[in-house]
């Protein structure tokens, strides 16, 4: 891939975790000649989970080739698994894309979306299970790269996930710059940042406190798996 | 500090570093019971130095009182320095505030309107010298506490500044829960994210190529260091 010029477009959509695409994004767009493209259905402010609003700046019906199409995650995903129209727009814009992406629960949704079947693919760690209904392998890894699918687990993983992507399209180097540059040097406060650090106690506080949610998100999967299934 | 209500509020202004911003606003928004305010001088969208267009919904004169401000970094901040509407708005609404806090360059921006003389804080490790122009102690950390002021280094130790200040605001359970959520379990690429770690030849490369920028953001912190002295 040319280090010329770099087509990403994350799909913007309203209630999406905006760090799965803000952290993502900071990345991409500090590496030359990438241009990002912020993309919705409709052209006002898409609003996050937790209230911050952004600006799409292009629409599914027009924006320039892509190189790299990344879904971030979020509640709002739920509700894009049974959204023909976004799913039908990822089918055909990822026909000639280079990379097919995602941060977090975007993954699923690439997945209802058809595009992950018989890949290795990760998500946020509390979901990662459901991409096996999509023909995908689950991976609790931070970065799943395998052929032209690049997927991210949890929000936060956006950072190495896009710091990956760019030292494959840009170089090492490149992407050395930006890390010192966003100053990725991390120094966690607690050591509870995957499943496996966290206390069994938090685990099932979580679990108790997300159940219903988490339900809704797994009807949504299965719904989405046996559409998925009908057309082929 | 109670767990009751917490009012935070982040200075959006033209060009800020986006994830500066976007990392600590996830963290903090995540917290219960926590109202975070966007505020600048106007209410249109506001375009960070890489193009992300975030809606403000606060301004200077109308917000709840605040708990905590906040104010992000990036190459906005040269233009904050010299902008004594802004500067005059921080010192105002910073007298009753529990919490004054920066990520990133926005220290300098607390420095410019007086509020760090005599405290220990910390910045984005190219600008961390300037914050003696102010009266400060430079300090390399991720998070630097000192009193009520709360300094994040550069743009990615805006989740570990957040997270911080919640195990504080709100106990270290929440903060776990939080970190766990956003899976904040960090494998950076590449061992680069701190100068320490960077190579000569990185560091000499970011040298050359930023040293216009970084002489106005020097110039910006001289003039603004003077009139405070004169101030005084």
Not at 29 to 48: C, E, F, G, M, Y
Not at 73 to 83: E, K, T, V
Not at 87 to 107: H, M
Not at 171 to 192: H, K, N, T
């Amino acid at each position: 891939m040319s280090s010329a010029s770099l087509s990403v477009g994350f799909l913007l959509y309203p209630e999406l975790t905006q760090l799965d695409l803000t952290a993502a994004y900071e990345v991409f767009a500090r590496a030359p000649n990438v241009d990002v493209h912020l993309i919705w259905k409709t052209q006002t402010l898409v609003k996050s989970d937790l209230g911050l609003e952004i600006m799409p700046n292009a629409s599914f019906e027009a924006h320039p080739k892509l190189d790299i199409i990344c879904v971030p995650g979020g509640p709002g995903q739920i509700a894009l698994m049974d959204d023909q129209e976004t799913l039908d727009y990822l089918r055909r814009t990822t026909k000639d894309t280079k990379l097919i992406t995602s941060v977090c629960t975007g993954s699923l949704v690439l997945g209802a979306a058809g595009l992950l079947e018989g890949y290795r693919a990760t998500s946020h760690w509390s979901s990662l299970d459901q991409l096996s209904l999509f023909g995908a392998t689950p991976v609790a890894e931070r970065v799943v790269w395998d052929r032209d699918r690049v997927t991210g687990a949890g929000v936060t993983s956006g950072i190495e996930f896009a710091l990956t992507v760019i030292a494959d399209t840009h170089g090492r180097e490149i992407a050395e710059e930006i890390q010192l540059q966003i100053e990725y040097d991390p120094a966690p406060p607690f050591s509870c940042g995957s499943p496996e650090g966290a206390s069994r106690e938090l685990l099932d506080k979580l679990s108790v406190r997300n159940r219903e949610f988490m339900l809704k998100r797994r009807n949504a999967a299965e719904r989405a798996a046996a559409r998925l299934q009908a057309l082929s």
